[in-house]
């Protein structure tokens, strides 16, 4: 595949070319392998917002439909050049179907306004669209279900900025197994976009002394989202 001026495009062609069968429908005029019964010659069609939604929500791919209230897709900007990324639906969550709305979605937009944004500017999503029962951490397997969702969102919103909340969102992304601590103050480079760690909301309401570093990360994501953005 030739590289393009598009590398988040690049990326995520490339991982339909591998892997095909996620988010991406056969072109409707597609041929028949007779020899096989297969079908040969299809060119991945990304899907668009609404066709991803209604994936999202038809989903049934692991247990986490059978225990969810509803399915809690993201919410916010689609052209945001800010995309937050948390762990999972929490109860509030997947009673109003909504991402961050509990009481870390308060704290989380108390820290937005602190750096003048609002939840219209951005674009929340998390790494799990279905809220896994008593709030337990995903497995494995249920995260290698449900991201292909979140980096078609990813694809489609084409971000200037991605900011993971918390160890889940940073490690699944990144790939790594490395500690948030470790992982917070760096810029990665997310397929041609800057990506950042910092702390889930949720963990500085139950370690207040948390805080303070989160504060440090904000001040820096503003900072680096205005130099991408060109706001003053
Ligand atoms: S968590 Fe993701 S993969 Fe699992 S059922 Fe929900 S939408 Fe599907």
């Known amino acids: 595949m030739r590289a393009s001026d598009n590398p988040v495009r ?12 996620e988010f991406y429908f056969e072109p409707p005029a ?29 989903c049934q791919k692991c247990a986490l439909a059978r225990t969810r209230t509803q399915v809690v897709f993201g919410a916010g900007n689609r052209n945001a050049g800010l995309l937050l990324i948390g762990e999972a639906p929490g109860q509030q969550e997947d009673l ?4 961050f709305v509990g009481r870390a979605g308060q704290l989380l937009d108390r820290i937005l ?8 500017e951005v674009y929340i999503a998390n790494i799990l669209k279905c809220r896994p029962p008593n709030n337990r951490t995903p497995s494995s397997a249920e995260i290698e279900n449900c991201e292909p969702y979140l980096l078609r969102q990813i694809e489609l919103i084409q971000p200037a900025l991605i900011v993971c909340l918390g160890l889940t969102a940073a490690q699944t992304l990144l790939r790594v197994e490395t500690n948030l601590r470790d992982l917070r103050g760096n810029v990665y480079n997310y397929h041609g976009v800057d990506l950042v760690v910092t702390y889930h909301p949720a963990a500085l309401l139950r370690n207040m002394g948390l805080k303070k570093y989160a504060w440090e990360d904000f001040q820096n994501i503003q900072k680096l989202y205005k130099a991408k953005s060109g706001s003053q």
């Open 30 to 58: 597609r041929q028949t392998d007779t020899e096989t019964g297969g079908l040969t010659g299809a060119v991945p069609e990304p899907l668009d917002w609404e066709e991803l939604e209604t994936r999202v929500r038809d």
């Open 113 to 120: 306004a602190a750096i003048q944004l609002g939840r219209q």
């Open 10 to 21: 690049d990326f995520f062609l490339q991982q339909a070319e591998l892997f095909t069968d």
């Open 96 to 99: 109003q179907g909504e991402p």
